[in-house]
Each structure stands twice: as structure tokens, then as C-alpha cells.
């Protein structure tokens, strides 16, 4: 079982419709959750940061994180063309010695 | 401006002609890493950094080499570079490992090896 399970979409969706992209994870020992966003021809950076269980939101984003069911979940409301992207979740445990582990990442395609 | 640097961002080359990627970071990182972004693969893991001096295998790092002379440089190296390394190239840097803090990127390179 891989450690991080993502839809690789692609995903298509109107201009103002509401998203949801998911993660599924198997390492209880994770405690660190964040999503990033990769552009066309570009790096990924980072979006979202959580850390532990509970949900975070940040303007039209929003980050939840079900420790329970291993699963997170980001939420894109109102979209817009320029969220057209790739996202990748990412997990990671304590630092020390462990790296993060990226989902393969959601191509996401809003329409005007 | 805090950034991650890489160069070159595009080459084409052939097979078994040695070559550098380089990198570099203006944050004091202590953590570096490079990756490989295929289709349908997702991000892979090549190479990590904990310190200077100190690197360790990702996942895939058959064919790479890397050094970490310098806390800011962490250049990765292909001696023998063949077709199925043919790629885009990510280097990344951060606080610390782990999640704990954010991991910049790099603006990648895309490689092809004829």
C-alpha cells in the first residue's frame, strides 16, 4: 500500500463551482499535512499547512484533516481560472530523520 | 528574496556525457533534496540532505550522485546520464526535515537525454 493516495484527476469544473480534493494516508505516525500548488512549467509552493487533526482555512481555501480515517481534504470555494493547477498533499512525521511524502498530485481545470 | 536557484532550467543532452544540476538556497537551510516530476508518477524523491556533509537515498537514486560541501549548494550529479533519466528536475530546501517546516522549491530543470 503506498503511503499517500491521490485522484489523479483531471478534475473539470465551472468558474465559481466549489472543489474538493482528497488524500488518503497510511502512516498513523503523520502529523504534519499541507498542500501545495504547481503551476504549469513551475515549482510547487506551498498552500495550506496543518498540523494535526482539525481544519484550517485561508480566504477561499480550506484545509481539513481527519486523523481518524487517515484522510485530508482541501476545499477551493468560488473558483476561479487561476486556480487552474496541479495540487499535491504532502505528509510528514516529527523532523529528525523522516521526509515528506507527496501525494502524486490533482490536476484541477476551472473554466470560465 | 528568498529562493531556491537551479541551473541550467533546460538541457539536452546524450547518453553516458556526464553532467551537473546545480542548486543552491539563501535561507540557511540545513535540509535539501532533489526530486524527479514524471507523468503519472508524481514527485520522486532522489536525494536528501540533513546537513552539510550528511546526505542519504530517497527513492529512486540509482544513476544520481550528490555532494554537500556547502550549507547553501547541493548539486546533483548524473556521471553516465542515460534515456530513462529523462525528467524535470526539482531541488528543494527547508528548515528541518520532516514536515515541521515549509519545503521551498526550486524552478526545475527539464532534462532530456538522447
Known amino acids: 500500500q503506498k503511503e499517500v493516495e491521490q485522484d489523479p484527476g483531471p478534475l473539470s469544473v465551472p468558474e465559481g463551482a466549489i472543489v474538493s480534493l482528497n488524500c488518503t494516508y497510511s502512516n498513523s505516525a503523520f502529523q504534519y499535512f499541507m498542500w501545495y500548488r504547481q503551476y504549469s512549467r513551475k515549482g510547487p509552493e506551498l498552500l495550506m499547512y496543518t498540523y494535526s487533526s482539525g481544519n484550517k482555512e485561508d480566504g477561499r481555501f480550506t484545509a481539513q484533516v481527519d486523523k481518524s480515517s487517515k484522510y485530508i481534504s482541501l476545499f477551493i470555494r468560488d473558483s476561479q481560472p487561476s486556480d487552474s493547477a496541479t495540487y499535491l498533499c504532502?505528509?510528514?512525521?516529527?523532523?529528525?530523520?523522516?521526509?515528506?511524502?507527496f501525494g502524486k498530485g490533482t490536476m484541477l481545470l476551472v473554466s470560465p | 528574496e528568498a529562493q531556491v536557484t537551479q541551473n541550467p532550467r533546460y538541457l539536452i543532452t546524450v547518453t553516458g556525457k556526464k553532467l551537473t544540476v546545480t542548486c543552491s538556497q539563501n535561507m540557511n537551510h540545513e535540509y535539501m533534496s532533489w526530486y524527479r516530476q514524471d507523468p503519472g508518477l508524481g514527485l520522486r524523491q532522489i536525494y536528501y540532505?540533513?546537513?552539510?556533509?550528511?546526505?542519504d537515498k530517497g527513492d529512486v537514486p540509482e544513476g544520481y550522485k550528490v555532494s554537500r560541501k556547502e550549507k547553501r549548494n547541493f548539486p546533483l550529479i548524473l556521471e553516465s546520464p542515460s534515456p530513462n533519466q529523462t525528467s524535470l528536475y526539482f531541488c528543494?530546501?527547508?528548515?528541518?526535515?520532516?514536515?515541521?517546516?515549509?519545503?521551498?522549491f526550486g524552478p526545475g530543470t527539464r532534462l532530456t537525454v538522447l
Open positions: 528543494a530546501s527547508s528548515l528541518t526535515s520532516g514536515g515541521a517546516h515549509e519545503q521551498f
Open positions: 540532505s540533513m546537513n552539510v556533509e550528511v546526505t
Open positions: 504532502a505528509v510528514g512525521a516529527d523532523s529528525g530523520y523522516s521526509t515528506l511524502t
